[in-house]
């Protein structure tokens, strides 16, 4: 058996104040720092115990993990569990990637968004250029936003081939054909995000293969179904894995559509589901 985890704990505090995110510049509580800790140590040694079944984890927090210490030490030692496939993480890389050096890095990897106005592209491409160096998969993503166009083209440029650069539809936004055209030339995979995929009533690895855990070991099928299918922690989880159908109309998130099995996003993105790393890349697509 083979699981995919997504999780969310109550962390919702970003470094980034992007004028597109509800969560920019946001400060959590010292209690509530303390709950988000508490209960990715709980996550972490269930991980760590439940070893009869292959584990794959992508944690995808509201705010920015890794400039807290307790997410850092969590994806090395679960990257050297031999059970656990790939751990993986949403950043912005404003924290100092060193501390990957003690993680496996046929294990760890990283799905790092490019903030233009929040950091410099110098700095951004360092981050970069360090975990080539430490041997870390991942891949590198920007909104599209039209203010964007120029800075995500220097960035193409300047990173290695071996580099996916993904591009995320900016929320609202409406393109036409020329506009498209040129963020697909950066994204070959862009068409998948620009419009939202009709879902209601097509079968979805969410709730099958994929769940979505928060900080208290809820499970549900995916971060956009609210209904629960049971507890991480009394084992309810293993009997509510069922083949199901999408309730929601539309699905137009990366984390979510790339598990609608008409889409065939498990076979673009095999190997790299978590991380957004198409299959056969460095090998950019024609």
């Not at 751990?87 to 968004?113: C, G, S, Y």
Request: with cysteine.
């Amino acid at each position: 058996m083979n699981l995919s985890i997504l999780y969310r704990g109550p962390l919702a505090s970003c470094n980034y104040d992007c004028p597109y995110c509800p969560f920019a510049k946001r400060h959590d509580p010292p209690e509530l720092l303390r709950a988000d800790r508490s209960a990715l140590a709980r996550f972490t040694d269930w991980v760590t115990a439940t070893d009869d079944i292959r584990l794959s984890v992508l944690f995808t927090p509201w705010g920015e993990g890794l400039t807290r210490s307790w997410y850092r030490d969590a994806m090395v030692r679960l990257s050297h569990l031999a059970h656990v496939d790939r751990v993986a993480i949403q950043t912005n890389l404003a924290a100092r990637p060193d501390w990957l050096a003690e993680a496996d890095p046929a294990t760890v990897a990283l799905w790092a968004t490019y903030h233009p106005g929040q950091v410099t592209r110098e700095r951004f491409l360092a981050r970069c250029e360090r975990l080539r160096e430490l041997g870390v998969r991942f891949s590198v993503g920007v909104v599209g936003l039209p203010e964007h166009l120029a800075e995500a083209r220097a960035l193409r440029a300047a990173l290695p081939d071996g580099v996916y650069l993904w591009v995320n539809a900016a929320e609202g936004h409406r393109y036409d054909a020329d506009q498209e055209a040129a963020w697909t030339a950066l994204d070959p995979h862009f068409g998948y995000s620009v419009r939202p995929h009709l879902s209601l009533g097509r079968p979805c690895h969410a709730g099958e293969t994929a769940v979505s855990v928060d900080g208290a070991g809820t499970v549900r099928r995916c971060h956009f179904v609210a209904a629960p299918i049971g507890n991480l922690y009394d084992g309810s989880w293993r009997a509510a894995l069922t083949p199901r159908a999408c309730p929601n109309a539309v699905c137009d998130c990366h984390i979510g559509y790339v598990h609608l099995k008409p889409l065939g996003l498990r076979e673009v993105f095999a190997g790299g589901v978590l991380e957004r790393i198409p299959a056969g890349w460095p090998e950019r697509p024609r």
